[in-house]
C-alpha cells in the first residue's frame, strides 16, 4: 500500500514502510525524521508528518548531498546534472 502512495506522486517513488525499529534505522541514515500524531480524521486514525528533503544518492547507495523545501525544478536539476558529471 505504500508503494501505491508514493508511486501516486511519482512512478519511480519508492515506498518504504517496516516495524519502527526497521524505520528507525533507515532513517538514520539520512538528515531526516518523522512524527506520528493521533488524527481521528484519518482512516488509520493517525498520520505521519516526515521530512520534506530531495537526496542524491550515489550509485553505491550512499548520501551524498541533500535539498530543504523551498526548492525550484533548476536547483534540482543543477544538482542532477553535477552528480551525473561526478559519478
Known amino acids: ?3 501505491q502512495y508514493a508511486a501516486g506522486f511519482f512512478h ?7 516495524k519502527k525499529e526497521q524505520i528507525d534505522v533507515a532513517v538514520k541514515l539520512f538528515p531526516a525524521g518523522y ?5 481521528p480524521d484519518s482512516p488509520l486514525g493517525y498520520t ?3 521530512t520534506d528533503k530531495i537526496f ?3 550509485r553505491q547507495g550512499k548520501m551524498i548531498d541533500y ?6 525544478p533548476d ?3 543543477a544538482k542532477i546534472r553535477k552528480y551525473l558529471k561526478e559519478y
Not at 512524527?35 to 488524527?39: Q, T
Open 1 to 3: 500500500k505504500v508503494a
Open 12 to 18: 519511480e517513488f519508492i515506498g518504504l514502510t517496516g
Open 35 to 39: 512524527i506520528i500524531e493521533n488524527d
Open 48 to 50: 505521519v508528518m516526515h
Open 56 to 58: 542524491y544518492m550515489d
Open 67 to 72: 535539498l530543504k523545501s523551498p526548492r525550484n
Open 75 to 77: 536547483e534540482i536539476l
